[in-house]
C-alpha cells in the first residue's frame, strides 16, 4: 500500500477534522517536483474553481462589490497572503485572508472547508466556491499544509498528490435535513421549500407568509438553515402593510432570461428588515432579557437568493425558525431601526456623496446594524455622532445587493442627543437625475438594524 493510500484510508472527512485540530506549522519538506507549490494551487484550485467569471476573476464581476477579491493568475498572491478579510466577523477575530503558519486564522481556509466544526461551529459567511461543487479532502489539505507552511510564493513544499485526491468533503448521497420546528408553544417555523435553480442561473425569490402567531410575541433567538448554495435568507416586515404583496405566492426577482422583474423590484421598496442570514446556517440569540417584539397576526416576506453555477439543476430550500419567550421574562423590548435619508438628488454622470445624521430621542443600545440602497449605491458607511466615539466608523458596504448584517458582540451605547450617520456614496451612470423613490430606478439610503431603549 502506498504512503498516499494509508493516509486516505480512513475518511476523508476525519482527516480533515483531525488536521484542523493542530495549532503548530507542519514541517516543511521541499519537494522535488520542480513546481511551486501555490503555482500548483493557483492552477488547480484558485484559476478553476475560484477566478471565474462573475466571482474572483476581475473587478469587474458582480460580485465584487461584496468581496473586493481577485484571485487571477498573477494577482492572487497579493491579494491573499497577510491581507485583512472585508468579512466582518473574520476581521474581528483578527484573521488574515491568509495568515502565514495559521490557517485557522486565515478566512481562506474556513471559506474553503464546508464543514465550520473546525472552527468552533462559528460562521463566515457562505463556504466557496458558492454554487459549485466543494473542494475535495485533498484540495483542502494542500491549501491547509500550503499556510501551515508559510504561505510562501516561490517553494515546492506540499505533497502535489493531495490534489489529485477524489474524496469529497461533503456526502454526495446525503440530503438536506430541514430542521425540525419549534416545539408547540415555544416558536414558530418559517420556510421556503424545495425549488429548482436553473443551471447557470442565479434565482432569487420573494414569498409573503403568515408568522402563525394570533397574539403578540417575543423572539428571543432565530435560527437559519438552508440548502449551500445561497447567497441569504432574510425575513422584511412592510414599512406601508396596505401595499403588502398577495400571500403564499414565489415572486421571482428575475425572469427565467435572466431580465429584472420589475414588479418583484418594486415590492422590495416597501422591506423593513426584521430577521435573516448570510451562511447557510446560523443560530442568533439576543441578549439575556431582551425579546423582538412581533405583533400579532405578523406577515413576513421570505426572501432567498441562490445561486447555480453547474450545469445541471440544482435546489434551494430555506428555514428560519423563531423561539420565543413568555412576556414576563422580556425586560428590554427590541425594535428595528429604520432611519431613512430622502434627500437624495444625484445629478446624471455624476459621483455624489450624501450625509445625514439621526440622533435619538431616549438612550438606547444598538445590536445590529444592516443597510439598504438600490444599484448606484457603491458604498454605505455608518458612523457614531455624538459621546466619547463620535465618528467611529462602526459599519461599511460596498455591495448595494448583498450588505452585511453585522451583529455586535458589544452593543453600540448611545445616549439621549446622540446618533447615529448615514454617509452613502452613489455613482450615477444614467443619463437623468436620480431621486429618492420607491421603484428600481429611484434610489434609497435607509440604516437598518436592532436597538432597545434603556430606561
Given at each position: 500500500m502506498t504512503i498516499r493510500h494509508l493516509v486516505y484510508a480512513t475518511s476523508g472527512i476525519m482527516l480533515l477534522l483531525g488536521a484542523c485540530q493542530r495549532q503548530v506549522a507542519d514541517t516543511v519538506t521541499p519537494t522535488s517536483t520542480g513546481t511551486d507549490s501555490f503555482a500548483l494551487m493557483q492552477d488547480r484550485i484558485l484559476t478553476p474553481t475560484c477566478a471565474t467569471a462573475g466571482c474572483h476573476a476581475s473587478e469587474a464581476d458582480a460580485s465584487f462589490k461584496q468581496h473586493g477579491l481577485v484571485l487571477a493568475k498573477g494577482l492572487a498572491f497579493a491579494n491573499l497572503v497577510n491581507v485583512a478579510p472585508k468579512n466582518a466577523l473574520s476581521l474581528a477575530d483578527g484573521h488574515k485572508r491568509v495568515k502565514p503558519f495559521a490557517s485557522l486564522e486565515s478566512l481562506l481556509f474556513h471559506k474553503l472547508n464546508p464543514d465550520a466544526s473546525h472552527h468552533a461551529g462559528k460562521v463566515y459567511g457562505n463556504a466557496m466556491p458558492l454554487g459549485g461543487t466543494p473542494l475535495t479532502v485533498g484540495q483542502i489539505e494542500f491549501v491547509r499544509r500550503w499556510i501551515e507552511g508559510g504561505a510562501l510564493p516561490t517553494t515546492s513544499y506540499v505533497d502535489p498528490a493531495l490534489l489529485d485526491d477524489k474524496t469529497p468533503s461533503t456526502s454526495t448521497t446525503s440530503l438536506?435535513?430541514?430542521?425540525?420546528?419549534?416545539?408547540?408553544?415555544?416558536?414558530?417555523?418559517?420556510?421556503?421549500?424545495?425549488?429548482?435553480?436553473?443551471?447557470?442561473?442565479?434565482?432569487?425569490?420573494f414569498t409573503r407568509q403568515?408568522?402563525?402567531?394570533?397574539?403578540?410575541?417575543?423572539?428571543?433567538?432565530?435560527?437559519?438553515?438552508?440548502?449551500?448554495?445561497?447567497?441569504?435568507?432574510?425575513?422584511?416586515?412592510?414599512?406601508?402593510?396596505?401595499?403588502?404583496?398577495?400571500?403564499?405566492?414565489?415572486?421571482?426577482?428575475?425572469?427565467?432570461?435572466?431580465?429584472?422583474?420589475l414588479l418583484t423590484?418594486?415590492?422590495?421598496?416597501?422591506?423593513?428588515?426584521?430577521?435573516?442570514?448570510?451562511?447557510?446556517?446560523?443560530?442568533?440569540?439576543?441578549?439575556?432579557?431582551?425579546?423582538?417584539?412581533?405583533?400579532?397576526?405578523?406577515?413576513?416576506?421570505?426572501?432567498?437568493?441562490?445561486?447555480?453555477?453547474?450545469?445541471?439543476?440544482?435546489?434551494?430550500?430555506?428555514?428560519?425558525?423563531?423561539?420565543?419567550?413568555?412576556?414576563?421574562?422580556?425586560?428590554?423590548?427590541?425594535?428595528?431601526?429604520?432611519?431613512?435619508?430622502?434627500?437624495?438628488?444625484?445629478?446624471?454622470?455624476t459621483t455624489k456623496t450624501f450625509t445625514k445624521t439621526f440622533l435619538v430621542a431616549k438612550d438606547m443600545q444598538v445590536l445590529t446594524l444592516t443597510s439598504h440602497m438600490h444599484k448606484l449605491g457603491v458604498k454605505f458607511v455608518i458612523k457614531i455622532k455624538g459621546g466619547a466615539r463620535d465618528g467611529e466608523v462602526v459599519y461599511t458596504t460596498?455591495?448595494?445587493?448583498?450588505?452585511?448584517?453585522?451583529?455586535?458582540k458589544t452593543p453600540i451605547l448611545l445616549a439621549k442627543g446622540e446618533g447615529l450617520i448615514s454617509e452613502i456614496t452613489y455613482n450615477n451612470t444614467t443619463a437623468k437625475t436620480v431621486n429618492f423613490g420607491l421603484t428600481s430606478e429611484d434610489e434609497m439610503g435607509i440604516i437598518f438594524g436592532y436597538y432597545y431603549e434603556i430606561n
Open positions: 438536506f435535513t430541514p430542521p425540525a420546528a419549534p416545539a408547540k408553544g415555544t416558536g414558530f417555523q418559517l420556510k421556503v421549500e424545495a425549488f429548482d435553480i436553473a443551471p447557470n442561473f442565479e434565482r432569487e425569490l403568515a408568522v402563525g402567531n394570533t397574539e403578540d410575541i417575543y423572539v428571543n433567538r432565530f435560527t437559519v438553515n438552508m440548502r449551500s448554495g445561497s447567497h441569504h435568507f432574510l425575513a422584511y416586515d412592510f414599512e406601508n402593510k396596505s401595499l403588502a404583496p398577495p400571500m403564499n405566492t414565489i415572486r421571482d426577482l428575475r425572469n427565467p432570461d435572466g431580465t429584472l422583474n423590484a418594486l415590492q422590495m421598496s416597501n422591506h423593513v428588515y426584521l430577521a435573516g442570514s448570510q451562511s447557510a446556517t446560523n443560530d442568533y440569540s439576543f441578549p439575556e432579557g431582551a425579546a423582538l417584539l412581533i405583533p400579532a397576526n405578523a406577515t413576513v416576506d421570505l426572501n432567498v437568493h441562490y445561486v447555480n453555477k453547474t450545469t445541471a439543476v440544482t435546489k434551494g430550500e430555506a428555514y428560519m425558525n423563531f423561539y420565543t419567550t413568555p412576556k414576563a421574562a422580556v425586560t428590554k423590548v427590541v425594535k428595528t431601526l429604520n432611519m431613512g435619508n430622502t434627500s437624495l438628488s444625484i445629478p446624471a454622470g460596498t455591495d448595494w445587493e448583498h450588505p452585511d448584517i453585522i451583529n455586535f
